[in-house]
């Protein structure tokens, strides 16, 4: 299984940007997908996450920002990032859990905010 995710860049304060991780190889059902970071000097974590069933968690810090949402039958994760702040710079990794309980991570992708 591999998640190969996109969307990072360089944006300015108040800036936008859509992350999408998708996953390819023999996945049979996904149960949870969401997203974490790690700022330069922190420790990796939890940005957004989404069930089979749609519900969503956020990290206090992005509620009201960021959205997370899925596509089942393209086995993609996305992140519409708005309103984005110095402080979510970091790099962003996609994670996915199976209904069997494996879990895999992609390779990240940066995001800086800059003014």
């Known amino acids: 299984v591999q998640l190969q995710a996109s969307g990072g860049g360089l944006v300015q304060i108040g800036g936008s940007l859509n992350l999408s991780c998708a996953a390819s190889g023999t996945i049979f059902s996904i149960s949870a997908m969401g997203w974490y970071r790690q700022a330069p000097g922190k420790q990796r974590e939890a940005v957004a996450d989404i069930t089979s069933g749609s519900r969503r968690n956020y990290a206090d810090s992005v509620k009201g920002r960021f959205t997370i949402s899925r596509d089942n039958a393209k086995n993609t994760v996305y992140l519409q990032m708005n309103s984005l702040k110095p402080e979510d710079t970091a790099v962003y990794y996609c994670?996915?859990?199976?209904?069997?309980?494996?879990?895999?991570w992609g390779k990240g992708t940066l995001v800086t905010v800059s003014s």
């Open positions: 994670h996915i859990v199976t209904v069997g309980g494996m879990d895999y």
